[in-house]
Structure formats: structure tokens, C-alpha cells
């Protein structure tokens, strides 16, 4: 991933993460769940360029199939930022979009986290980051890790954040060929809700589960089958909601040839694990 900055004009990186876990511990009143998940970053993700307006007004190219330019989360953010601070200011916004969407990568919330830093340094408003994570909890549970960008145990929504030191190894990410929404997989009375509170993570998170995995496997025979088809190669799991999944190996070389056998039937990607976003690199914090 490049960046650049100028006065003007800045390019960010948007990465992606994975859920190395996620536990379920119950529903709030709000309908929101309380649960338990590590957030890791991989070195794989889209980029965003932010061009100054001086009129207030935000463009965004190319539109994303399917999401209306006022439902993407990068001009939510944007609009967001903008009333927050009351700033005059506006921006072309530019993204190459490399990640699935609706994959449980978390490309959506990584994208608005990018814009929130971006346009944050862009008009020099001089937020902190706590700032701005709030402002991104608004738009989404997953925001905020994006914003600190660093490894995290997360508890709350998602939102409670602690940094953890991972080690850092590289992943196949496959994207089955189903959609699955986050919503509707929260929704489903038949999600587990009441798993126990860790007191402390294990050394080895491959011990623990993801709750929606089951549920979403038993609704999307797609993921079910790309989960049994990594688990011939490593350890493997469903990230998020899915309905991407994800297998861990001790080198590039083993996850390239992993990913070469998948690629007639998959479409996917080969990352490094990372514990520090690389968009903290190109932020002058
Ligand atoms: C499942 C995770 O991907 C784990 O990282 C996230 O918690 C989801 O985060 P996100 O996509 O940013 O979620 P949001 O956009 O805030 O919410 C999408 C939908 O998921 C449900 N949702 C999300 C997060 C959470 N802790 N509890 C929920 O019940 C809500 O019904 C909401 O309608
Ligand atoms: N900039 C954006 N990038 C991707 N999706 C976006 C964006 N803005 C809005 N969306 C909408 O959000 C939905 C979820 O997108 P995203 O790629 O973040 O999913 P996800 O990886 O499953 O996220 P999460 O794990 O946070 O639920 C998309 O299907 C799309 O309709």
C-alpha cells in the first residue's frame, strides 16, 4: 500500500481485518450484543485519495455497485466529520476498491475510519483519535478499532478496545460466493447469545470459537464448504459474520500455494497479519 500528502491532497490505506474469535455474550436493550472478539489488521486493503473543496461539497469515484453515493459510509463519515466540527470544507474523494464487500473483512468500517483520519488532517481540524473514534462508533460497531488501528481485544460492541501484541502470521482469506448480512445474522433467534465472559485470553485463540459460524454455515452451504475445503490445508475460521473465511500458516510461501489450489474454485487473498494499521504510517500524529 503507497501513500502520499500534500497540502491539497492525501492518499491513506484502508486495510482490512479479521475476528481471530468472536463470542457472543448477550443482547442489550438496544438490540445490540455484547460480545467478546481480537481484532487483527492484514496488509491487504483498499486506498482512498482526498482532494480539498473549498465549497463544502464531497464527490466520491467510482461509485460502489449497488450502495448509493449517500449510503456509503466514506461520505456518511465525511458529512459526519463535517457537522461535528462545523467545517466549511468539502473533498474529491477517490477509492480503488480491492475488498469484498459484505465479507466480514470489515471494508465498509475501514473505509470510513480512513476518511475520518484523511479529512481529519486534510482541513486541519486537529481532532484526537478518541475523537474520532467516537464519531465512528455512530456509524458503525466496527469503526473505532480502525480508527486506533491497533491489534485489539475488544469487548462492549465491539468499541471497548485493548491493544494486544499478536503474532503476525500470514492468512488465505476466501470469499465464498454468498452474501450474508450482518444484520439479519444478529436478527436469527437461533444465534448462541450466552457464551460465558473470558476472564482472560488464552495463549492460543484457535481454542476459542466464532458463535455465527454454525448458524451462518447452516444457511450458507457456500461458507460450510470453503471453511471444510481450508481446513484440509490449517487452522481455519469465519471472520465476522462472514461470509469470508480464513486459514493461518507460518509462511507466505505455504499461504501462496494454498491460495494457488483454491483459485479455480475461490476468489481470495493472500495477507500478513498486522498489529499496527498501516494507517497510523501516514497520519502526522
Ligand atoms: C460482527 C462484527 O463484524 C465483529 O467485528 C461487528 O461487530 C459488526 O460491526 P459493524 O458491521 O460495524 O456493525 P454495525 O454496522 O454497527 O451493525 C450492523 C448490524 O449488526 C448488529 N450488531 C452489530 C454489532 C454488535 N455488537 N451487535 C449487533 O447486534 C446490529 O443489529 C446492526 O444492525
Ligand atoms: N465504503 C464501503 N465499502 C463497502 N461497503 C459499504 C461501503 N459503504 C457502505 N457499504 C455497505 O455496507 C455493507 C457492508 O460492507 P462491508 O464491506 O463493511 O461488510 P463487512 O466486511 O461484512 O463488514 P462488517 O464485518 O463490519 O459487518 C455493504 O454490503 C454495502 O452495502
Known amino acids: 500500500m503507497t501513500a502520499q500528502t500534500t497540502n491539497t491532497a492525501l492518499t491513506l ?67 459526519k466529520l463535517q457537522q461535528a466540527t462545523e467545517c466549511t470544507l468539502g473533498a474529491d474523494i477517490k477509492l480503488e476498491k480491492r ?28 481532532l484526537s483519535e478518541a475523537q474520532l473514534a467516537d ?20 469487548e462492549g460492541v465491539g468499541e471497548k478496545l485493548r491493544p494486544v501484541t499478536l503474532p503476525e502470521p500470514w492468512y488465505v482469506v476466501l470469499r465464498p460466493d454468498c452474501h450474508v448480512s450482518t444484520a439479519e445474522v444478529f436478527c436469527d433467534p437461533a444465534l448462541p447469545r450466552n457464551t460465558k465472559k473470558l476472564e482472560k485470553l488464552p495463549e492460543d485463540l484457535w481454542q476459542l470459537n466464532n458463535d455465527c459460524q454454525k448458524l451462518v454455515c447452516d444457511k450458507h452451504p457456500a461458507v460450510e464448504k470453503a471453511l471444510q475445503w481450508l481446513l484440509e490445508y490449517a487452522p481455519a475460521r469465519m471472520t465476522g ?20 489450489a483454491a483459485a479455480d474454485t475461490y476468489q481470495g487473498f493472500v495477507a500478513q497479519g498486522i498489529n499496527s494499521s498501516p494507517l497510523l504510517k501516514y497520519l502526522n500524529t
Open 241 to 260: 459474520t462472514g461470509s469470508c473465511v480464513f486459514a493461518q500458516f507460518d509462511s507466505q510461501i505455504q499461504a501462496n500455494a494454498c491460495l494457488a
Open 135 to 154: 464519531i465512528g462508533l455512530s456509524l458503525g460497531a466496527d469503526v473505532p478499532v480502525f480508527v486506533r488501528g491497533k491489534a485489539a481485544y475488544a
Open 99 to 126: 475488498l469484498p464487500m459484505g465479507g466480514g473483512i470489515g471494508g465498509g468500517s475501514s473505509n470510513a475510519a480512513t476518511t475520518l483520519h484523511g479529512l481529519n488532517q486534510l482541513w486541519q481540524l486537529g
Open 13 to 79: 490505506p484502508s486495510p482490512a481485518k479479521l475476528n481471530l474469535f468472536l463470542h457472543i455474550n448477550g443482547r442489550r436493550t438496544d438490540g445490540y450484543h455484547e460480545l467478546q472478539t481480537v481484532f487483527q489488521f492484514v496488509d491487504y486493503g483498499d486506498t482512498l485519495s482526498f482532494h480539498l473543496r473549498s465549497d463544502g461539497e464531497f464527490t466520491l469515484s467510482p461509485s460502489l455497485p449497488g450502495v448509493a453515493d449517500a449510503d456509503n459510509l466514506i461520505i456518511k463519515a465525511a458529512k
